[in-house]
Nanobody, 125 residues
């Protein structure tokens, strides 16, 4: 497992942007698929985006496609989520997650074995 710490959340107006960061410590970051999930008040956890260990195949939820971009910097053991054109429906706690080394990219939260503590994103209308 790895330890994950998210940062970059906050309050933003609709149409604005935020960039979330997730710093990882532990072994084999560069070999792990990394994902972002979110949980809005009263709703279950929702997949947002994931990037494979090779960074060649990012995938996105339909609700964020074209607005959010996931990226990673293996030299810094960090994964990012750039969020543009934010909407009130994007309001949620955002969680970073890491899969076991060399697993295939996945949207299924239960397949990730390490999670951060979450960072709140609030989008006002």
């Amino acid at each position: 497992q790895v330890q994950l710490v998210e940062s970059g959340g906050g309050l933003v107006q609709a149409g604005g942007s935020l960039r979330l960061s997730c710093a990882a410590s532990g072994r084999s970051f560069s070999a792990r698929t990394m994902g972002w999930f979110r949980e809005a008040l009263g709703k279950g956890r929702e997949f947002v985006a994931a990037i494979s260990w090779s960074a060649s195949r990012p995938i996105y939820a339909d609700s964020v496609k074209g607005r959010f971009t996931i990226s990673r910097d293996n030299a810094k053991n960090t994964v990012y989520l750039q969020m543009n054109s934010l909407k009130p429906d994007d309001t949620a706690v955002y969680y970073c997650a890491a899969d076991a080394p060399y697993h295939a990219i996945t949207t299924i939260g239960s397949e990730y074995d390490s999670w951060g503590q979450g960072t709140q994103v609030t989008v006002s209308s």
